[in-house]
């Protein structure tokens, strides 16, 4: 074992979110120990008190929704050498990103006694605020992944993602196509692949939380959601639950 | 002000203390998790989403809030699901409840009782109580990961029953880990664990669970300090909620009085039902008699047994029943959408948790209303903490150790920074 000052420094940071790509880390179990004995972990709000130092690897999760985030967010990109954004809601907003509009009559409604009192912004993905040096898509990410991209972050290398959709694993896994045989409208074929068609594998079709990949066909998707009869508002849903901010 | 971190616990918030000399003149608990609006975010969407979006509202119990969710658009819809599937959804909130307590007890709790700052420094001297913690955590998980599809915002829960059924290898592997974990659960916690100096200063005034006919995480009517009972559909009559600024979390009051919710809720109106080792646990422990709101952290530690030992009993059944498996088939009933409001309620890990929808003719959502077990303890942990600082101001100048471990006593979905105002 390496000693402890000499370790790569890394931290863990929630902003407006479930805490479940966190809690997903810590679900690492054996692997947790292991790679605490490659890393100092010097912030985790969750398991630890905050030691004070500044971390050289930040991962960072969940959406900007307030200012007090957006300059904690700009404290740290000054601090570390690689910012991370982990889980959908780090990437893209995610789940919660939706009606922009219609956010500040959602707030009178639900907290009537305050109205507008509270300072509460759309949630936007961490790369809106500062720079991100790598994302880690999924809600929740997936532990392997991560630690796969850890492992070359540690080795001061930017890891390349998967630029391929979900069909390609979802086939290697000897599924079933639930678009194909089924008529359920999967998002398989412009999703990003990396959760191993977790969705697809126990019957449900893929909801995308991974985001599109490059050059996804959202429109020839678009027309086969058409021929298994779904109307253009329920494709409009379809996409806009995770893939895409609406 | 000053303004400090508690660690060890989930989420964002703040203890607000006014003392002024050796008075305590107000505590203010404030939840600062920013509002995600969920209630809003599924109105105009199909039932079949509504699971996966407020699946998102939290991680630990994301389980609980599927299941939940599915249960009460079937009560809406009037959806008959099949047996096996209710065994299925049973064996995944008691995988959540493992991995929840786990996490909180052994990671999260017992460094207060040894006096450790965190898990990381307990390990070192009690490497015990870290490893049970993890592995109690880890079977949790699996059990998720296996019955759930995954460990964190599960999959197979649909309207209707479920989707695919587990492997029955996995299962057999489950049963297998969760027997003897019982008796190693069982033997460290009942030695003798240090508690807390404080412990009987607060304790409970009013407890809320449901309570069906079995000690259960789900069925039966809400009630009320083991008498009153109130019927799920009639909660919004007798709870009220409210949100105060600057606090993101709704306050939700019984009549006009707080009320806890959780585990030991739990125990004190269905303990008695308790059998096996959990029961045994339970005597122990002597948690009914004490009432002490620290001893929810002990009383998660009686419904760890009790879940273990409902696993052991429910995967047996399981698997004397030709379960589907995997892509190969769904367990669900038939049904079509009407417009129609539904409602259910469960005992997620932290208590009870309300989920109302109402849906027109399609099946799209037209208004939401969900309630959840931080919500209804916050007015409670206003009134314990309160109830500390003015026991210890007198003669204790750091009271912030205290009151932090009162605050994880209840096992919030937040983690706090206190800041002390002296006048
Ligand atoms: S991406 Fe998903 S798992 Fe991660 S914080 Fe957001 S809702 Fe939670
Ligand atoms: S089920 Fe979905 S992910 Fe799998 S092959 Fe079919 S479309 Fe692609």
Redesign the interface.
Known sequence: MTKAKEKPRLGLYSLTSCSGDILEITNLEEDLLKLLDLVEVVDLNVAMPATGMSPDIALVEGAVTQAGEAGFLRGLRKKVKYLVAIGTCACTGGVVARGPKKRKGWLRDVYPETGEGFISGFPRPVSDVVPVDFSIPGCPIEKGYLMHCLGYLLRGVVPEVPNYPLCMECKMKGNECLLRYRGLPCLGPVTRAGCGARQPSVGRPCDGCFGAYEDANREALTEIFRQIGLGEDEIKKRFDLFWERG | MKKE?I??????GSIGLKIKGSRVESVELDIL?????????IVG??FN?VP??VS?????C?ASHRVISVMAIEDAFGVKVPREAVLLRELLLHAETLESHG?HLF??ALPDYYGY????DMARDLPDAASLG?KV??IG?RMQECVG?????Q??P?VGGM??GPSSEGLKRIQQEAAPLIDEVLRFLSKEIPTLQYTPLVGVSNWVSLAGRDYGYTGGDILVNGKEKVPVRDFYQKFHE?????S?T?HTLYGEEPFMVGALPRILNSGSKLKGSAGALLKRLGIMKSRSTYMNNMAQGVEILFSLERVVEIIGDLLDIDLPE??D??ITAEFSPVAATGTAAIEAPRGMLIHTYTFDEKGYVTGGDITTPTAMNLSDMERTLMIMAEALIKDTTDIKPALETLVRAYDPCI?CSVHIVRL
Request: hydrophobic share 35%.
């Open positions: 971190l660690s060890r616990v989930e989420g964002h998790t920013p509002p995600r609006l969920f209630e809003k975010l969407r199909h989403d996966t979006i998102r509202i939290c991680s630990i994301s996490l990671l999260l700052g965190s898990f990381v993890f955590k880890g998980n599809g995954r460990a964190i915002h999959i197979t649909v989707s695919a409210s949100a105060l600024p600057p993101y709704k995997g892509q088939g769904g983690s």
